[in-house]
């Protein structure tokens, strides 16, 4: 459950201490690493980077050539940064070179939303509760103009988990299926 690493924020000092703990607070809520004991360095820990899939950008091939460009809020929220760790954890998303355009130049947006264009690739828009930013709003329009194909997904939620990009999965191998003829942005209700 989700709550379970949420709660390393509220634990006493010998609990955010503890690398075990930490370890099993990371893998159930990713973004808890930023509660764990500072002074053991346990917020820094390589190993619980990894464990929270937020780090560990070893080499990496990919079974897909496509190529698709991930859009998010540019002050990264839990929910983005959850949504992004379990699309790369995701066993059909994971085959596609992925690019995270939060906190890029607008140049280079272009030229990887081009990469996207040129692979026959797409962009996942992730709104959150809040809506768009106003980053993501200019990504869209410059996907529009590149040619790319948008799959927003939109909640209420301010947690996500694995389970729901299996709509999102669907939604992507649909439009392959299809001849990827339908260039019109598809939104996707999560939970």
């Known amino acids: 459950m989700?709550?379970?690493?949420?709660?390393l924020e509220f634990a006493s000092g010998h609990i955010k201490a503890d690398k075990t703990v930490v370890l099993a607070a990371v893998r159930t809520t990713l973004t808890a690493v930023k509660f764990a004991c500072a002074k053991k360095d346990l917020n820094q820990d390589q190993d619980c980077w990894k464990a929270s899939g937020l780090r560990g950008n070893?080499?990496?091939?990919?079974?897909?050539?496509?190529?698709?460009?991930?859009?998010?809020?540019?002050?990264?929220t839990d929910y983005a940064t959850n949504f992004?760790?379990?699309?790369?954890?995701?066993?059909?998303?994971r085959n596609f070179?992925?690019?995270?355009?939060s906190g890029e130049t607008q140049r280079n947006k272009q030229l990887h939303l081009e990469k996207s264009k040129a692979t026959n690739g797409f962009m996942i828009q992730v709104q959150d509760k809040w809506g768009l930013g106003d980053g993501q709003k200019i990504e869209m329009q410059m996907a529009q103009q590149a040619g790319v194909k948008i799959f927003r997904t939109m909640t209420a939620s301010e947690?996500?988990?694995e389970h729901q990009l299996v709509v999102l999965e669907e939604a992507v191998k649909d439009w392959y299926k299809k001849g990827c003829k339908n260039m019109y942005m598809i939104e996707i209700q999560l939970r």
Not at 2 to 7: D, P, Y
Not at 84 to 93: E, H
């Open 2 to 7: 989700q709550s379970t690493g949420r709660a």
């Open 58 to 76: 070893e080499q990496q091939t990919y079974a897909q050539n496509e190529q698709a460009t991930l859009s998010m809020q540019s002050t990264s």
């Open 159 to 161: 947690d996500v988990d």
């Open 97 to 101: 070179k992925t690019y995270n355009s």
């Open 84 to 93: 992004a760790v379990f699309l790369k954890r995701n066993c059909y998303f």
